[in-house]
């Protein structure tokens, strides 16, 4: 199997697309070839809190992971525990 992937942002739509590619051979024979891809849309904390705000919502808690670490820069994710506003 031979595999390709390509990601590129836009800074102005905080929008990563990421493609892959993907060809299988059998015996040198091209068998199967698969594209698929993923637009991931990223956020600000500031925004995200913002945004759930203007949506009814309450922070509760943000963490870095899903393991419950505190958010930094070096985060990998921005997991929220929110409620309903009253």
Known sequence: MIESSR???????????????????????????????ILLRYSYPQEMDRLLHENGFETVHVYGDWDENELHAGSVSMVYVVKRSR
């Not at 990421?18 to 060809?23: K, V």
């Not at 299988?24 to 698969?34: C, H, Q, R, S, T």
């Open 7 to 37: 990601e590129v942002y836009n800074h102005l739509t905080q929008i990563l697309d990421c493609q892959t590619n993907r060809q299988v051979y059998w015996d040198g024979a091209l068998i199967v070839e698969e594209q698929d891809g």
